[in-house]
């Protein structure tokens, strides 16, 4: 399984970005979803999509980011609005995120990680 980002980069503080994830392999695609993590900081859940269509937000990010899915499922994607300097990390795309039937936040429950890709957000 290999797991491709892009879409990061450099943006004011009220900016937009939009991260893209492409999906190649074989994985349950039970749920998928992003990660983050900034220097000194553990990595932490951003944003995941179930295969039923849940969706499930860190409560920084609610009402700001929005995760979906290409219509063929091999393209995530996060819309990330109104960012914010302390949205600046890099940030993983994740697949096979779930445990006891239910998408995970939990670093440890990750299937498949991408290799990141940087968002900054300057005040």
């Known amino acids: 399984v290999q797991l491709v980002e892009s879409g990061g980069g450099s943006v004011q503080a009220g900016g937009s970005l939009r991260l893209s994830c492409v999906v190649t392999?074989?994985?349950?695609?039970?749920?998928m979803g992003w990660f983050r993590q900034a220097p000194e900081k553990s990595r932490e859940g951003v944003a995941a999509l179930g295969v039923d269509g849940t969706t499930m937000y860190a409560d920084s990010v609610k009402g700001r980011f929005t995760i979906s899915q290409d219509n063929a499922e091999s393209t995530l994607y996060l819309q990330m609005d109104n960012l914010k300097p302390e949205d600046t990390a890099m940030y993983y795309c994740a697949a096979d995120l779930y445990t006891s039937g239910a998408c995970s936040f939990q670093p440890h429950h990750v299937g498949y990680w991408g290799q990141g890709t940087q968002v900054t957000v300057s005040s």
């Open positions: 392999g074989s994985y349950s695609r039970y749920c």
